[in-house]
């Protein structure tokens, strides 16, 4: 049995571009392929998992189908980076999802995306707030700003078992 998370964003630069920055960001090797379907995608094995990173399609109902997801458009949401590998990974694959995101915030400025389980039931809505002195990203799943190690157990509640 396999686990999946994934994070779906938005970015107004193209595959190859964001693949490069995001290997960079990560020190992994992302390498766009192409796939049997003849779409590009970009893939590479981090700590025993599968990184997947491609433009996300919304025809055969896309993101419509799952849970209410607040006040991201979700349709809106380009591309999706995630990470699938076995269960006993599962804590593991939850976390590094977690870190990716949060990387790709402060590296890149990606500020609002969605952090789904099993690609249907969210567990993170992020978005930029600004506080007193500083920014940061915000979960409005549940109302905190991203803090960790606390945000882990948070996105662990909210898995359903």
């Not at 999946?4 to 992994?28: Q, T, W």
């Not at 049997?36 to 997947?52: H, I, N, P, T, Y």
Request: with cysteine; charged share 20%; net charge negative.
């Amino acid at each position: 049995m396999s686990v999946s998370f994934g994070y779906f964003f938005d970015s107004d630069k193209n595959l190859h571009e964001l693949s490069s920055e995001i290997s960079e960001s990560l020190g992994c090797d992302l390498r766009v392929i192409k796939t049997q379907s003849g779409k590009e995608q970009a893939w590479c094995r981090l700590f025993g998992m599968s990184v997947d990173f491609y433009v996300h399609s919304y025809s055969n109902g896309g993101l419509s189908n799952i849970e209410d997801v607040g006040s991201v458009d979700i349709e809106s949401l380009k591309y999706m980076i995630g990470l699938v590998g076995p269960s006993d990974v599962f804590q593991m694959a939850l976390e590094l999802t977690a870190m990716i995101a949060y990387l790709l915030y402060l590296r890149l400025g990606i500020s609002t995306g969605v952090l789904l389980f099993d690609v249907q039931v969210p567990i993170a809505i992020y978005e930029e707030r600004i506080y007193d002195s500083y920014q940061n990203l915000f979960d409005t799943i549940s109302s905190k700003e991203v803090d960790f190690p606390q945000h882990f157990l948070d996105l662990d509640s909210r898995i359903p078992r």
